[in-house]
């Protein structure tokens, strides 16, 4: 037996990633762990460090473009403890593997306001944290007060806001192990916080492919510019590769309508990144993150 299910992670092998992704493409992760418990976390990555063996972390898989070949080495998964949620006054924290949907919603449970933007961003928190999520009402950075991650020696060592960088769809907690965050929200009438939530994800219904395998959006905006935009005045609505196509509703999305490879949508993304290059002179930048490609 390998030593790897001596580190009482759930452990699958050759697990396909096109079911945990929500693009629905990407090959085998080698080994596709969950760890539920910081034990089984510090294990894991002793194990991967002994084994010189790469380990790919995963949240939601919602901003994932992963190779049809799959992923080499452990892809990790954050579940158990790694999903608790605990309120203390305004503040809340949270494991990286909480949904951000499920966290906001709690959160107007509680009368707690001032993450409701978020609502409709369908990630963990250890994904958003990473990508520094956000819409142009609210990035999740704005209301981080501290962030705990495992380091090297299996130690977890408390950020606090000022040592994280925060910048537009990044940060520089990406490469480490995000493992809980602090939020400090704002006590409001549940009525109020249920509105906006509505009044977000009804915005996102009128302007969205929902319904549709994706992964948001695929660029970056340019400085002073919209990359949905761009994309549509290029005439690319609709442009499709293989069953990959941009999507007819939002031009910065590419949705997969049934059986796209990774390959197709990669393609894709570097057809769009041409044709807006030669039109309009402006280099495209992707928000999604491609592994293997
Ligand atoms: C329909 C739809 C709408 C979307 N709308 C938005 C939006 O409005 N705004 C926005 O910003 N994004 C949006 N996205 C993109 C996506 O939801 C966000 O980027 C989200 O934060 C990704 O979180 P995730 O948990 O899915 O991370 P993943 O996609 O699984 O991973 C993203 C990155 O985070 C790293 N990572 C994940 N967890 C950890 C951890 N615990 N420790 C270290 N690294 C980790 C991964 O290695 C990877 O580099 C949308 C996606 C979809 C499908």
């Known amino acids: 037996m390998d030593d790897i299910f001596k580190t009482g992670c759930k452990v699958l092998k050759d697990e396909p990633m096109a079911i945990h992704t929500t693009m629905g493409v990407g090959g085998p992760a080698e ?13 894991l990555l002793k194990y991967s460090r002994e084994k010189s063996m790469p380990v790919f972390f995963m949240g939601w898989g919602s901003n994932l473009l992963i190779s049809d070949d799959g992923i080499p080495g452990i892809t ?4 158990g403890d790694f999903q608790s949620v605990a309120f203390d006054g305004t503040r809340v924290r949270a494991g990286a593997g909480v949904f951000l949907p499920t966290l906001v919603k709690q959160c107007a449970d509680q009368g707690l306001g001032g993450a409701e933007p978020l609502v409709g961003v369908p990630g963990s928190v250890g994904g958003a944290l990473v990508m520094n999520a956000g819409t142009r009402d609210l990035e999740i950075g704005n209301i981080i007060t501290t962030v705990e991650v495992l380091n090297q020696d299996g130690n977890v060592e408390l950020l606090n806001h000022n040592q994280i960088d925060f910048q537009y769809r990044a940060s520089s907690l990406a490469g480490k192990t995000v493992c809980f965050a602090t939020l400090q929200l704002q006590p409001q009438p549940k009525d ?6 509505q009044k977000f994800l009804g915005h996102r219904l009128e302007t969205q492919p929902v319904g549709m395998m994706n992964v948001g959006s695929i660029f970056k905006n340019p400085p002073g510019n919209f990359a949905a935009q761009l994309v549509e005045r290029a005439g690319l609505k609709g442009y499709r590769i293989g069953n990959a196509q941009v999507s007819t509703k939002h031009a910065n999305f590419i949705v997969n309508l049934g059986g796209a490879k990774a390959q197709d949508i990669r393609d894709l993304i570097t057809a769009v990144q041409k044709v807006v290059a030669e039109k309009f002179g402006v280099k495209l930048e992707t928000e999604v993150k491609m592994v293997g490609l």
């Open 31 to 43: 080994w596709f762990v969950e760890a539920s418990t910081l034990d089984q976390l510090r294990a």
């Open 76 to 79: 990790l998964r954050l579940k």
């Open 192 to 197: 109020d916080i249920i509105r906006s939530i």
